[in-house]
């Protein structure tokens, strides 16, 4: 995506057309692409993961949120299992750190009962009921009015948006071809096709599609006339926290739920920050990722019920996400259409959407084989991706080997993440030449200096690996342009 | 691994990690800056204005200027210098210490140095630490930044600008960026009174008309792709009157909300922090609480003027040669921040060997009184003309001062501004 000229006119003919590159369109893309079977993905934002999939809790659910009736729980318990085989082929952060659920009172404690049970109903693994002693064990920095809760040891967390850049890339690898900035204007059906019009006049050709548009689903599906639904987005704010903070749990740490959500977390990330929240506050606007002033006081709060230590002053960085709720009921809508003729259907793929994505990706497949697309498995499909060094896993002497064989592994670029000049130049090369795309694949600019110090490295570096001009950096695609002007 | 042995190391090559290497060279012992940028000078190098050197060299000099003597004296006094070198980090070994070191030219190189000296600057806040809600476009940088694409990348960051923080790099970006054409709509304090340096208010605001809000706040950023505008509301109360709110229209937001030391490698090698300066806490000979490691200039607390972070630097290098030298203090005092008083930089005294103590105070205040007090006894007071919180308090004792203080070793110097 180094330039947006793309040509108007320009034709992509294909078997499949996925809309949408967040997590469920990035699973299904690289399901689909270990057969045989042309495959376009089609985003509308400058990069994949620019959407719902970019700002969300990141954890990998332990199976006990949602009772046994509704598909999400299915896909969830599902998605969980398949989570260690894709680390070891995708090469993401992962841990399975485990979730605790802290009950602060006997009240609390009664719903605890009721998760256990649905985790047990759900066939969730390992979970266990735990009385006050045995969550001081797992958690020693728990408030000291906990009174019990429940340990899921399966659940985990990631960092959302690498996952799908692995995902992608994966997918890419083994034939899927990945439109950028390809927003879905139009769309028509004729002899057995869907001809799909992007914003700039490109047009992808498909047999079948599939829906995977997170919060604008509800409007791609009335483009292919299909069904009427209303996605609500529903806002998320976080506050991140230093990697120094005294506030770090061992697991992720959730409330006993409300009605609309899961409660706001005390998160470990895996890449040792601390992310607390989020809120949960439906809203119209689907593109309002505003943060407000009156949250960051509910957010600490909550977080310091279940963990006192929790500062104010560890704050680096508040952002805030959508879900892309369907109500009433908020389960999964993944289906196919009874209105538009080979379309699927994905919507509705809130939390626990990341966890149930690689699961998503085979349910899809299947409806696509049910629907009478013909897949035959790939011969040559590769599910590894090559694995990137990163310096900051590396002590001296291990290092010292590696910079032997490239030296600009030693040019260390960001200071706060320790992230070197080779592994931002192979996150430009790997197609990520926006200043939050590289922040999001390498983790320069995340840390607590924000930026402050490695940002106008990083542009010179776009600059010199894709010969864009200055005034073609942005923050994030379209007209967030970073540079206004040359001395 | 290349490997590589001197007397001292020293980190960071700014003003006050070249005065300290200086001072080693002097008396005669080996020494090392490590430096991460391609040349020494640190943050001197972008501050393309005047106004450094009057105390150092007795003349106004830019900071590059400035830079180029401490380099010249560098060079002169035969320091070794890795640029492009990132310390990873100290480790502890049986013949001092070991600084592990990452560079494209060299790859990792370990210095051994019996004693290392910390001098690698401080950070900005940002955004983050301040939590100006709202949207997140391009478009908000902080001030260190921008006047790092102006002076040095020769890039312009926006057209229409709001800065908040009246700090010294805030204010003189405000005229910056109007001298490269950019429209400067106002600049936003939240203390009642301007952070910077009043020679700056005037040069850089009051001549050219842009207008300075004081006791207000950015209250929220607008914008889908780039900033679009921000709001602009005073304090009640310390808390932002919506009522009173204003919006100004703008492409770009510049944040001088102050400087923080950065400190992540100092507390990776064990270095007891102050939560107050953020900086190491040392002895009256600048040393940490790790023995060997020392810490001066801006990592150590925030100073005003790079000239009293390389007058530090130098004291401390001298410390430093004289701890290898075994010449260690038999006495040191405790020193407390009393009343009125943010911080006491070093936290300790060696009275047999008094030397200057640099300190902030909480209030603003005309005809002020600094006031020290040993044992509840005043041992010595003096006028300070005006005092507030971003103007640090420089004080030297003397051997005259402590020659008639009776100090026991657990006595502790009080000092407080009234």
Redesign the interface.
């Known amino acids: 995506m180094q330039s947006n000229a793309h040509a108007a006119g320009e034709r992509t003919k294909v078997d499949i057309a996925i809309i949408g590159a967040g997590v469920s369109g990035a699973c299904i893309a690289r399901q689909l692409s270990a057969y045989e079977t042309e495959v376009a993905l089609l985003e509308k934002e400058a990069d994949v993961s620019f959407g719902v999939s970019k700002a969300n809790s990141g954890i990998v659910h332990g199976g006990f949120h949602h009772g046994p009736k509704y598909l999400k729980t299915r896909l969830e318990i599902r998605g969980n299992l398949m989570y260690d085989r894709l680390q070891r082929e995708l090469d993401f952060p992962f841990s399975r750190c485990g979730i605790l659920v802290v009950a602060l009172n006997d009240e609390e404690m009664k719903y605890i009962d009721h998760l256990y049970t649905q985790g047990l109903e759900n066939g969730a693994i390992g979970i266990e009921m735990c009385s006050r002693e045995r969550m001081f064990e797992l958690e020693p920095k728990l408030e000291s009015d906990c009174v019990g809760g429940l340990h899921a040891p399966g659940g985990g967390v990631i960092e959302p948006y690498r996952f799908v850049f692995s995902v992608v890339e994966s997918a890419v690898k083994n034939g899927v071809q990945l439109l950028r900035e390809f927003e879905v204007v139009k769309a028509e059906h004729s002899g057995e096709k869907h001809i799909v019009h992007a914003a700039d006049g490109r047009v992808v050709e498909a047999r079948y599609v599939v829906n995977a548009a997170g919060l604008f689903a509800d409007k791609v599906s009335g483009i292919f006339g299909a069904e009427e639904f209303q996605i609500t987005p529903r806002k998320g704010e976080y506050?991140?926290l230093d990697r120094?903070t005294k506030a770090c749990p061992n697991r992720v740490l959730f409330p006993v739920p409300t009605k609309v959500s899961k409660g706001m977390l005390v998160i470990p990330t895996v890449e040792g920050t601390v992310l607390i929240g989020p809120t949960a506050e439906e809203i119209e606007d689907k593109?309002d990722?505003?943060?407000?002033?009156d949250k960051?006081g509910q957010i600490l709060d909550q977080a310091r019920k279940m963990v006192p230590s929790v500062s104010?002053t560890d704050?680096?960085?508040?952002?805030s996400g959508l879900r892309p709720a369907l109500l009433p009921e908020g389960d999964f809508y993944i289906d196919i259409s009874e209105e538009a003729p080979n379309f699927i259907q994905v919507a509705g793929i809130q939390s626990p959407g990341l966890t149930a994505a690689p699961a998503i990706g085979e349910y899809v497949k299947d409806l696509l084989k049910k629907a009478g697309c013909r897949l035959t498995e790939k011969a040559d499909y590769d599910p590894f991706v090559t694995k990137l060094p990163r310096?900051r896993d590396y002590s001296?002497?291990e290092?010292?080997e590696l910079?032997?064989k490239d030296?600009?592994?030693?040019?260390?670029i960001c200071?706060?993440e320790?992230i070197?000049?080779a592994e931002i130049v192979a996150a430009i090369r790997a197609g990520h030449t926006t200043?939050d795309g590289i922040k999001y694949f390498t983790r320069a600019q995340m840390g607590?200096?924000?930026?402050?110090?490695c940002?106008?490295k990083i542009i010179?570096l776009i600059m010199r690996e894709t010969g864009m001009n200055?005034d073609q950096i942005?923050?994030?695609g379209?007209?967030?342009?970073?540079?206004?002007?040359?001395? | 691994?290349h490997e590589r042995t001197y007397d001292v190391a020293v980190i960071g090559g700014g003003a006050a990690g070249m005065a300290a290497a200086v001072e080693v060279r002097r008396q005669g012992l080996s020494c090392a800056i490590v430096e991460?940028e391609n040349q020494l000078g640190g943050i001197l190098m972008q501050c393309i204005h005047n106004g450094f050197g009057v105390q150092e060299f007795k003349k106004e000099l830019s900071g590059p200027e400035f830079a180029e003597e401490f380099m010249d004296m560098v060079a002169d006094a035969g320091t070794d210098v890795f640029l492009?070198t990132?310390v990873?980090?100290i480790e502890e070994s049986e013949q001092g210490k070991e600084l592990?070191c990452?560079?494209?030219?060299?790859?990792?190189v370990?210095l051994n140095a019996q004693a290392v000296i910390l001098a690698m600057g401080c950070?900005?806040r940002?955004?983050?630490?301040i939590?100006t809600?709202?949207?997140?476009?391009?478009?908000v940088f902080?001030a260190?930044?921008a006047q790092?694409?102006?002076n040095v990348?020769?890039?312009?960051?926006?057209?229409n600008v709001v800065i908040v923080g009246s700090g010294d790099i805030g204010l003189i970006m405000a005229r910056r960026m109007t001298w490269?054409?950019a429209k400067v709509h106002g600049v936003v304090e939240i203390q009642p009174y301007p952070a910077g340096l009043t020679r700056n208010i005037v040069q850089c605001l009051n001549d050219f008309e842009i207008p300075l809000y004081l006791s207000h706040v950015v209250?929220?950023i607008?914008g889908?792709?780039?900033v679009e505008k921000v709001t602009v509301s005073p304090l009640v109360n310390g808390i932002?009157d919506e009522d009173k709110s204003f919006e100004i229209p703008c492409?770009?937001l510049l944040l001088s909300v102050g400087l923080v030391p950065e400190n992540?490698l100092s507390?990776n090698a064990g270095v007891e922090i102050s939560p107050i300066t953020s900086g190491a806490v040392v002895d009256s000979t600048m040393m940490t609480s790790v023995p060997g490691i020392f810490s001066c200039g801006n990592v150590l607390h925030v100073h005003d003027l790079a000239d009293y972070a390389a007058e530090e630097a130098r004291r401390t290098g001298a410390y430093a040669v004289a701890w290898l030298q075994n010449k260690k203090p038999t006495r040191q005092l405790r020193i407390k921040a009393g009343a009125n008083v943010r911080y006491v930089s070093p936290g300790m005294i060696n009275p047999e060997l008094p030397d200057k103590l640099y300190l902030r105070t909480l209030i603003v205040k005309n005809n002020a009184q600094l006031v020290m007090k040993l044992n509840n006894n005043i041992v010595k007071e003096r006028k300070l003309s005006h005092v507030q919180p971003s103007e640090m308090v420089s004080v030297k004792l003397t051997k005259k001062d402590v020659e008639h203080w009776k100090a026991e070793s657990d006595s502790i110097l009080e000092v407080s501004v009234q």
């Open positions: 506050y991140l120094k593109t990722l505003s943060t407000n002033a960051l104010q704050v680096i960085a508040a952002f310096i001296p002497f290092a010292d910079l032997a030296a600009a592994y030693g040019n260390l200071r706060c320790k070197s000049e200043l607590r200096c924000q930026g402050g110090f940002s106008y010179k200055y942005t923050k994030n379209r007209d967030s342009v970073v540079l206004t002007g040359r001395l | 691994m991460r492009s990132t990873d980090s592990y990452y560079s494209r030219k060299n790859g990792v370990k950070r900005e940002n955004r983050g630490n939590r809600p709202g949207t997140r476009p391009a478009g902080t260190g930044l790092r694409l102006v990348e020769g890039y312009i960051p926006g057209k490269v054409g209250s929220r607008e889908k792709n780039r932002p492409d770009t992540e507390e």
